[in-house]
Structure formats: C-alpha cells, structure tokens
C-alpha cells in the first residue's frame, strides 16, 4: 500500500493530494497526522494524478506532512447477528465499551438499488397503537414514512412510542412464542445533541428494547462530514438482519437535516453548483438512495421499515428537505404545532398527513372491513370542520346550520379524543374504528356518504346521535 | 439495452478521472453520444462531451471502485433499442435491460452492476405469417409480416425506416426467432423481426395529422371536463401526495389505447412493483385480456443511476414510436418528468456546465419541447396511421408552479391537469383543481362526443362548467358571511355544485366499479345532477324553501351513482324518485 506524503489543499472537510498511481472513486482513506492519530476519509473525485478527500473526522489538526494511505475498496460495514445490543458512534466504531465486534461479513455501506422486480409489495399492516397513524396513515412493513417535525415539537416521543409497540397484529395471536420473524429496531441519530441521545438511550434501557436495537450515534459535537455515512452504516445493517437474518426492522433515523446540511457543506467546499437554497442539485439522489432501502424482497421473511425524521426550517414544508423527501417516501405524518400547544399528544395533524400505502394494508383480512370507508369519512368530516372554524371566528357558532355546528363539534372531539391519547397508550385497531364510529355516529346517516350503507346499518350508534342533539 | 453491432473500427481510451456518474477518458475515439463501455467491469456509458482528447462520459451503473488508468472501449454506435416482438409484457430499466433477465443473470435481488442483456429475447422463436408474396415491392417503413405478440397485439414486422427497399425475393412462414431472416430483398437486404433505432431521434413518419379522438381514460374529470386526445400532450403537476402516480397508474390502467408504455422515471421502488404485481392480474376494459398484455414497463427508481434515468424517457418513446409505426394509438405515461429534468441537472452540473434557471440547465426547455413534440397522430411511413400520447407528471418543488421544469412543459403541452394539495388533503380524488385546469382539445373532440356519446354533450358539460364557476364564486362569499346570509337560489346552486363535485368530479380509484367510467356514464351522471338542478329550480320558483329542496331522500343517492355497475337502471329510477319527490312539495 503506497503512502503520500503529497497533500497540496486543505479546505473545509476537503484534502487535495498528488498522487502517482491511480486511485479508485469512494475508495477509503486513511490519513495519518504527525502525532500518530488516524482520520478515515472517502475518495470525493479521482482523477490521474490527483485525488480530492472527504474526510470524516473533521480537518483540524491535518497538515501538508500528513500521510495519506489508500486502503483500495470502498467503505464497508462489518455486519453481524451480535451488533443487536450495541451502541456505536457515527463511523461505526462501538463506543458502550462492550467486546469486540467479529462480523460474519463486510458489506459495501453504499448499498445497491432493489431490482423493482425483486420486490415484493408491502400491504401488512404495522399496528403502531396510535390511532392517528393507524386508523388515519397507515404504517405497513416496507415503507418509508417520514416524520415531518420542527424545532420544539415532541417528534422524539413519537418515534419511541412507535418503536416500543410497534407489532403485528398476527404476532399478538401467535402468543409470545417466539418463532418466526422477530423485531428489531436500528437507531440512527445524526447531530442530535447529547440530551435528546440520553432521552432515546434512557428510553429503550427503560423499556428492554436496547437489546433487539442497535444504535449509531453522531451527535450534534461530531464533525458533520461523519454524518453522511452514518445512515448508510444504519441502513447497511438494517438490510443484513432483514435480508439475511428476517428479522423486521424499523429504522429510526433523526435528524436528516442534519445528514443533508452536511452534504451542503461538502459540495459548498467543493464549489459545485449549488442548487435550491444551497443544497447539492443532486440532493434527490442522494436522499433517495437511502430512502429507497426501504423494502420487501421477494422469497424472503425480514423487512425494512423505515422512519426517519426531520425538523422542516422555520415550521416550512416547501424547503428543500421536506419537499424532496416527500417526493421519495410513501407518505409523511406531520407534527404540528397548534395542536402541541392545545396539549395534544401525539400533536399528529392527519389531513396533509399520508400514507401511500395504506389503501392496499387495510381492510377485511388485514385490518377491518370498514376501515378505508371510515378513514375517508373521518377525514372529509374533519376537514369540513376545519373550515367552518375559519367562518366562526367571523360570524359566530349561531349563524350556522345545525349539521355545520356537528361538524365542528366533530372536529374538536376528534383532536381530543381521537388523536390525544397521551405517549403511553397503546390503542388496538379495533379500539381505534371503533373510537372512530363513536365520532362518526355524532352526524346523521344522510352525511356519512363515503361509508357503505350495510356498514353503517352494522356499525352506526343510534344512540349518538340523540344524545349530541340533546348536548 | 443492444449491443454493438457496427463494424466501425474505434479505438480504446484510459480513464483520467472519476466523479460520481461522470467519467472523462483519454485518448478515446468516440462520437457524440456514442455508447461506451467503462472500466474493467465494461460499464455502460454514453459520450457526452468531446473537448481536445478528452471525452466525458455519463455512466449509467454506479461508479464506486472505478479508478483512473481503467480501459474504456467505444462501440461507434449511439445509445440504442431492441425493437421487435417481445417488447410488451415486458420490464426494463432506463437502458432497455428486462429486470427479470437482470435478477437471473446477477443471481440476487439487489441490482450488480457490468451486467447487460438484449432488450428483447433473441433465442424465443415466434410464429411469423407473411403479409406480401414475393415479387412484390416493398419500401421503408412497409408491413411485411405480423406476429402474434400477446393475446391482445399482433406484432407487425416491418421493414426498418433506414432500408432501401425493393422487391421480395423470398420470404418465410412460420417460427423463428427474431434474428433470423424472413424477408430477402433483391437488393441482397435481409429482413428480420428484430430492429435497432438510436433513442434520441425520432423515427420518420410522412406527416402530422390534427387529432379528432379522444383518448378516453374513464375518468369523469377527464373526460367530462378536460379530455386529452389521442396523440395529444398533457402534463399533471402537483406536489407530492397530491395522486400524480395514481392519476398515472389510472390512465395506464383504463385508456383505451392499444398500446401502453409506462415509464416510471425516478419515482418509487414500491410502487413499480405495485405495477408489475397489479397489471398482470388486471383486465383490459376493451379486449377483456390482462392489461400486461399491451403494456411495456420501463422503471427506473430515484436510486438507480441517474444516467439512466436521463435516457429512460427516450427509450420510452422510441418503443411508443415503433409501434405507433405499426398502425397503433400509443399512450407513453412520463412519471415524472421532473426527475428526469433534475438528471439532466446533476450531470450538467458535474459537467461545470453554466447554469440557467435554479440550476437547470439552459437547454431544459429545448430537451423537453423536442420529446413531447414526439407526440402526435401521425400518417406513417408505411400508410397507416398511428399516435402517440404523451402524458407527463411534474412534480414541482413545494407544489410551485411557477419553477422551470412545469413552466416550460406548459409552454408545450395542450391539457393541463392541476393537482391541488387542498383537495387532496380532503380527500376529494381525484385531486385535480377543476378551475385551474384546462384542455385545448376540448372544442377539436366535441364532434366525437356529440357523435358518440350524446348530442348535447357540450351543452350539459357547459352547465356543470358554469355552475362549478358559479360555486368558486360564490365560496368567497360563503367563507365571509356563511352560507345562511345568501339568497336561496344561490343556496341552491351550492347545493347542486356539491353533489356535482362529490358525485361526478370525485371517483374512487380503488373501488372495483367506480375504477373506470364510460363516457355514457359520465354523461348520464352529469345529466342526473342537472336534472335535479332543473327540477329543482322548478319548485323553488314554485315558492318551496330551499331547505325542503335540499332535504329530499332522492338527492344523496346522487353520490352512490358511480359504484353501481347497472347504472342505467338505478339513475332512471332516481331520476324518477327526484321529480316527484319535488313535485310532492308543491
């Protein structure tokens, strides 16, 4: 293995060096500084006699008498059954203290595409026991549902209330035995501070589930160049344990903004052109090609689901980060800020939240027949409600009709008993429709146009609706 | 993906630097847009830009490993398709390779890269029945064969654009396979059902005809309000989960064109399978044939090479072209066009390219004019007709339809079908903004209407236009002062908008019945709205209240129109139950 001692530019997380021998684009790199202390670095451009270096650890410290080995492959993960239980900072290295870790297999961290023939199509059902997610979103195994957060909303929360009851509906009937496909939670934080980390990392000791998890940590002090890798290291071993292993795991990853303005970072140091507001033009792809290692393959058991979440600059679902995440995930579930402040909990706003899967996980077999027609209702429903808080605040609860005043009436109970239902609650599907028909029974029949007649005759509470008149 | 066939000696080139999908190389002897195999792994790439010796190449694989000093080997021909019988029922990434063949040949479900095939089966052997004897004289472009491809297609094997003709000599019956010769000219020319044509040129036709069809979709919106003709161009922009890809995976299902090419350009991985799952078990409305049968997938998901994903759309409208040439009418589904715009970024921008608008590159507009203006009915080379519809998504950034890739498509496109996030977020689907839209075939298809479906289309489609303008209007005021504080007749035009919106306008893609609409029923379910708004109108003058109108048990039957399969039925006796229960009141 050649070693340089020919770096010509240091700049932003970027080394420049002269080489003589050709080097391969991503290779790994290791820079060794004077004091002995070694950097990883990736290979950002490869060309003749020169090659430019991201390094992961941040550039302090590096000068022109470094020395700069090429290790001659691409980053790789070692994976194995035995990470589960263990907690790693952002490049992979464990940092809980415990034995070392002897992988089964290196694998690439850049991942290769699914063949879209190879897939299988995700339609089972993930019961999250949040009744805004299930009976309104949807969460099936495969999908890429995103969080979309902003600064001081309670995102956190809701991504370890789903980790914690996450299940199957099918796995509850099978009892506590345990054969078959087991559960497995892959955490992985990118510049989140060291007391949101502690909040997540005292939560899943709390509750036992640190043991099926493994956990990478970049935290909010690590250099951001480390940050890029850190969801593929995620991502990597969430497809070894589902693809190899079967187990289904659910990929926690929080914050992207942080991952994408650290891809910013790197092209601002490159000088590439920038596109909207600064970001790389190639963002999509980029972001893609994690999101998109979300799946179901064809002949085998495990699955990949993933989470991630980001917090939206300035509460703005048009900047670039939410915008192109949402273009790549199948769907996204908004926290938001009204109904944090009303004392919401989980504050989920289900109307420009979606689930692209939903329409093909729910139903007789799956959930419950009634499910995709009482979801359309709720939501036309709640959305007529919407409105009319608009026009009250104008002309007043007296000016408008009867139905309208239900509506509204509608609405407030939906956000608070609906939707609120606190962090530890854990809802069953049935509990959730049936929370839904208590609501739905507040209007008369003639509104309920999105049901199916035999299912309102089946499930319509006569009663309701005489007592709502009455209050 | 073909191979190489040209003879053209070219010489080899060394790798001189790596970025990401752009590779530049040394010393290579290549044209423009010729295709090239890179590195060691003979990685499939195109030239894109010759400066002094120095080639640039986009690379349609990952580049990851890829070093300097790596061989890169010319083929001296441009990026081409396989064309001939094989091609539908089939599944291709962005370059024509079949995915199914990729998985056997890479042995795993992920995508290993340095691996090609032919776009179309060159062994399977097809039954081939003569369409001309021999002494006949045939020239470009002419049908000399057919196949039966699928159930649904038979599969015109024709004699490539680029011959010269003359006179048969010999021709053969029976099976072969697609490069043996069926046909032999006296020029010496030998005929088989396999063609190549380079995907970024249009194949040649004689001229372009004014189209008069519709293309019917079977959805109400579309068809009732802004209709698309067959050869026509329509772009759907709309933020995300605004139902872009299930508007998309609705024409592709219901159209009644012969022949469906669907390119899913940078979208999601789930939902192509959702493609390839549903479409082999659906039905094909016209010839009761699995949809598959006349469909040909191209899928190229957001983390697949984005070389690849610049070029699928060209290979997706060569195939349209080819069998447009065969005397079909092709529908080419584009989702999304953005995807493939924001490619062309990305490798102008690794390229040092000077950027015009948001980083886009200056010839955007140019690029996307050129493709949709592959489009069209068109008189073929061969004396048939044939079209080609382009239908593109854009998926604009932030729902903003004033960025570049929406802006410039509208400046080429006819229909226009705006998706509307409010509607959406209600779950009025599908989600296209009834006031925002606008098809400029509109007044060209209303003959066909009038002669196929009823005479006075264009006049009941005017009265539900207007009462929906009516409605828009009227909004304004109800979000003011509340819909008790307007006059009843304005009330009662509220009421009537609604159930046009939730009756007609609004249809459930996901309900067995309700999937698709013929026309007949779109107008009958139209008319049924105006019947009540007639009858209605009647009985106000007649002094009833407009609460007692509003409050009939006939009217919210209205909504249950477009699950019922025996519709006829079902709205004459609603039709029936309304007027009289009407009547009743006064």
Redesign the interface.
């Given at each position: 293995m050649k070693e340089y001692q020919t770096i010509t530019e240091i700049s932003g997380p970027l080394v420049f060096v002269e080489t003589d021998?050709?080097?391969?684009?991503?290779?790994i790199v290791e820079i060794e500084l004077s004091d002995g202390e070694t950097r990883r670095g990736q290979v950002?451009?490869?060309?003749?006699d020169y090659v430019a270096i991201q390094v992961f650890e941040g550039t302090e410290g590096i000068d022109r008498d470094a020395s700069v080995r090429f290790l001659g492959?691409?980053m790789k993960m070692p994976v194995t059954e035995d990470l589960l239980g263990r907690v790693m900072d952002g490049t992979g290295q464990p940092i809980d203290g415990g034995p070392e870790i002897v992988p089964d297999e290196r694998r690439?961290i850049?991942?290769?595409?699914?063949?879209?023939?190879?897939?299988?199509?995700?339609e089972e059902f993930i019961q999250t026991g949040v009744s805004a997610i299930d009976g309104m979103n949807t969460l099936v195994r495969?999908?890429k549902l995103p969080i979309f957060s902003a600064s001081g909303l309670p995102h956190n929360d809701l991504a370890l209330q789903i980790a914690r009851q996450a299940t199957v509906p099918e796995e509850e009937e099978a009892g506590d035995d345990d054969e078959g496909s087991e559960f497995a939670v892959i955490f992985g934080a990118m510049g989140i501070t060291a007391e949101e980390a502690n909040e997540f990392m005292d939560d899943f000791e709390r509750t036992g589930a640190l043991e099926r998890s493994v956990v990478f940590m970049n935290l909010a002090d690590d250099p951001a160049v480390e940050r890029t890798i850190t969801p593929r290291l995620a991502l990597t071993t969430a497809e070894y344990l589902a693809?190899e292993k079967d187990y289904h795991v659910l990929v926690i990853l929080t914050d992207m903004t942080n991952y994408c303005e650290a891809l910013r970072e790197i092209g601002a140091a490159r000088e590439?052109?920038?596109?909207?507001r600064g970001y790389p033009?190639?963002m999509?792809?980029d972001l893609?090609?994690l999101?998109?290692?979300a799946?179901r393959?064809?002949?085998?058991e495990g699955s990949v689901t993933q989470l991630p979440i980001l917090t939206m600059p300035g509460d703005d679902?048009?900047?670039?980060i939410p915008?192109?995440t949402?273009?790549?995930t199948?769907?996204?579930i908004y926290i938001d800020r009204d109904l944090n402040s009303q004392g919401i909990q989980p504050p989920i706003n289900v109307?420009?939240s979606?689930s692209?899967?939903m329409?093909?996980g729910i139903g007789e077999g799956l959930t419950r027949a009634d499910h995709?027609d009482v979801k359309?209702q709720i939501?036309?429903a709640y959305?007529?409600g919407e409105d009319l808080r608009?026009?009250v605040n104008?002309?007043g609860r007296e000016?408008?009709?009867e139905l309208?005043n239900k509506y509204l009436d509608f609405a407030d109970r939906f956000e608070e008993e609906f939707v609120d239902q606190g962090t530890d609650t854990a809802r069953s599907i049935d509990e959730t429709l049936e929370l839904g028909w208590d609501l739905l029974s507040m209007l008369p029949k003639?509104a309920l146009?999105r049901i199916d007649e035999d299912l309102i005759e089946e499930h319509y509470r006569e009663d309701e609706t005489a007592e709502a008149v009455e209050a | 993906m073909s191979q190489a066939t040209d003879t053209d000696v070219r010489e080899d080139g060394i790798i001189e630097s790596v970025s990401g999908p752009v590779v530049t190389a040394r010393d290579l002897d290549a044209r423009m847009n010729d295709v090239v195999y890179v590195g060691s792994e003979g990685l499939m790439g195109e030239v894109i830009e010759i400066e002094g010796n120095i080639t640039t190449i986009q690379v349609y694989e990952e580049t990851s490993g890829v070093s300097p000093g790596e061989p890169v080997e010319g083929t001296g021909s441009p990026l081409s398709v396989d064309l001939g019988p094989g091609m539908l029922d089939a599944i291709y990434d962005g370059v024509q390779r079949p995915l199914d063949v990729l998985e056997e040949k890479m042995g795993s479900a992920f995508l290993d890269r340095g691996v090609d095939a032919p776009g179309i089966d060159l062994e399977k052997t097809w039954e081939f029945t003569p369409e001309v004897e021999e002494g006949d004289e045939v020239e470009a472009g002419d049908i000399v064969g057919t196949v039966p491809e699928t159930p649904s297609i038979d599969h015109k094997v024709m004699v490539p654009p680029d011959s010269e003709g003359g006179e048969v000599v010999a021709i053969e019956s029976g099976n072969f396979n697609v490069e043996e010769t069926v046909v032999e000219l006296d020029s010496g020319e030998e005929i088989q059902m396999h063609q190549e044509w380079p995907v970024r040129q249009q194949r040649p036709t004689v001229e372009k005809e004014t189209p008069t069809e519709p293309l019917i979709s079977g959805q109400r919106v579309l068809d009732g309000l802004f209709p698309i003709a067959k050869g026509g161009t329509a772009a759907i922009p709309g933020p995300f989960g605004s139902g872009k890809t299930v508007t998309q995976h609705q024409l592709a299902k219901w159209a009644d064109a012969d022949i469906v090419v669907y390119v899913g350009c940078g979208e999601r991985g789930n939902e192509m399978t959702e493609v390839i799952e549903d479409f082999p078990e659906l039905e094909d409305p016209t010839t009761g044939n699995a949809l598959m049968d006349r469909t040909c997938l191209i899928a190229n998901t957001s983390n697949m090479p984005v070389a690849a994903r610049e070029s699928c759309v060209y290979t997706g409208i060569t195939i349209a072209e080819y069998f447009r040439d065969m005397g079909y009418d092709v529908a080419l589904m584009a989702d999304s066009t953005s995807r493939w715009a924001e490619a062309m970024r990305e490798i102008s921008s690794r390229l040092e390219e000077m950027p015009g608008e948001e980083g886009y590159p200056a010839y955007l507009s140019a690029r996307l004019s050129e493709f949709y203006e592959r489009a069209g009915y068109f008189e073929n080379i061969n004396g048939t007709e044939g079209s080609v519809s382009v239908i593109g998504a854009v998926s604009p950034p932030g729902g903003d339809f004033s960025e570049p890739v929406t802006q410039n498509t509208l400046r080429i496109v006819k229909t226009f079908w705006a998706l509307d996030a409010d509607l959406a977020e209600r779950r009025h689907f599908p989600s296209i903004n009834w006031n925002e839209s606008y098809s400029l075939y509109r007044d060209q298809l209303d003959p066909w209407f009038e002669d196929n479906v009823r005479a006075d289309w264009p006049e009941t489609r005017q009265w539900a236009i207007d009462t929906l303008d009516e409605e828009a209007e009227l909004q304004e005021i109800v979000q003011l002062v509340g819909k008790d504080a307007l006059p009843e007749d304005q009330q009662l035009t509220l009421e009537i908008a609604r159930y046009l919106r939730e009756a007609w306008l609004q249809q459930n893609a996901f309900h067995d019945v309700d999937t698709f609409c013929e026309p007949e029923k779109t107008y009958r379910i139209m008319d049924a709205a105006k019947t009540y708004n007639d009858a209605a109108f009647e009985a106000l003058d007649a002094g009833v209240p407009v609460e007692e109108i509003t409050d009939i048990d006939a009217a919210p039957r209205l909504n249950r129109i477009g699950v019922q399969e025996d519709y006829n039925e079902y709205i004459d006796d609603l039709e029936d139950d309304i007027e009289s229960q009407l009547r009743e009141l006064y």
């Open positions: 021998e050709p080097v391969g684009y991503d290779d950002l451009e490869s060309a003749s492959e691409t690439d850049v991942g290769e595409a699914i063949n879209p023939f190879s897939r299988e199509y995700p495969g999908q693809f590439e052109v920038p596109g909207r033009g190639y999509y792809t893609a090609q999101y998109e290692r799946g393959i064809e002949g085998r679902d048009t900047h670039p915008d192109l949402g273009y790549i199948e769907g996204q109307l420009p979606l692209r899967l329409d093909d995709a359309d939501f036309a959305a007529e608009d026009l104008i002309v000016a408008l009709s309208d003639d146009n | -």
